[in-house]
């Protein structure tokens, strides 16, 4: 009787996470405005240099990628249509491989990773997993408000 308690404890844990994770994978996350302090706040900040890549007009989407990630090929498709929709959007996808020093900066952990940037290069909205268009979509319109 007692291993079928800890059986079915197990599940329900296990159960519980995969809810989270699934509830969590590719949503963008508003960054945490004010509670920085200033100098952390700058570091925030990416410019042409840092992505390799100009800076939309009225914001960017960095996409972090890797080789052989499944979920990255499909988030470049969802990235590249919102940047045509949305005019003066740009879409940059860096290899997190080749851009070891950033990805470890910015704590990108797990690939695909979008970051949302204002017209100024400020880190806006961040998520990590393949986002849905509507979600780029809205990260947007707040990116572009701010």
């Known amino acids: 009787m007692t291993g079928l308690m800890v059986c079915i404890a197990?599940?329900?844990a296990a159960s519980a996470f995969g809810v989270w994770h699934r509830r969590r994978n590719g949503r963008l996350t508003v960054r945490d405005g004010g509670k920085r302090h200033a100098a952390e706040a700058d570091a925030e900040r990416l410019s042409a240099a840092d992505i390799g890549a100009e800076l939309g007009e009225r914001a960017t989407?960095?996409?972090?990628?890797?080789?052989?990630?499944?979920?990255?090929?499909a988030t470049r498709r969802t990235l590249a249509e919102v940047a045509e929709i949305v005019e003066g959007v740009a879409h940059?996808?860096?290899d997190?491989?080749?851009q070891l020093d950033l990805v470890r900066s910015l704590n990108i952990l797990r690939t695909p990773t979008v970051l949302v940037l204002d017209a100024s290069g400020a880190i806006v909205r961040r998520g990590a997993g393949q986002p849905r268009k509507a979600d780029v979509i809205a990260a947007l319109g707040a990116a572009v408000r701010d």
């Open 61 to 73: 989407l960095v996409q972090f990628s890797s080789a052989f990630c499944q979920p990255c090929r």
């Open 10 to 12: 197990v599940l329900a």
């Open 92 to 94: 940059v996808e860096i």
């Open 96 to 98: 997190a491989e080749a």
